[in-house]
């Protein structure tokens, strides 16, 4: 099992102006980097950014930390696979119609 999360370096060094403004447009004028109730919204290291308990990766499970929807843009996500000899991939997710679908094309 691999976790993946999403989310920016808190300089949002990582983060296209045009992504930003795409979520503020979404969120009502809150968008990425922005504070929310769990923290700044998808922030490395806040609070809401984590994952949650219940789905936190047991010893061994790593994680792919990634600055957008797709989990091989811009992470070791190949390097993973292929260091741990992974031929196929089960994907799952909470938001399927985004980043799973992503991933997998």
């Given amino acids: 099992v691999i976790h993946t999360r999403e989310g920016h370096r808190p300089s949002l060094a990582d983060l296209p102006a045009n992504k930003r403004w795409r979520s503020r447009q979404a969120g009502g004028g809150i968008g990425i980097g922005d504070a929310g109730p769990c923290g700044r919204i998808l922030t ?19 994680i792919i930390d990634k600055p957008g929807k797709g989990t091989f843009a811009n992470t070791d ?12 991939l089960i994907l799952g997710g909470i938001t399927t119609d985004v980043c799973v679908h992503t991933t997998m094309r």
């Fill in 44 to 62: 490395r290291g806040e609070p809401g950014w984590n994952l949650i308990p219940e789905l936190a990766p047991l010893p061994g499970e790593d």
């Fill in 77 to 88: 996500m190949d390097l993973v696979l292929r260091s741990c000899g992974v031929k196929r």
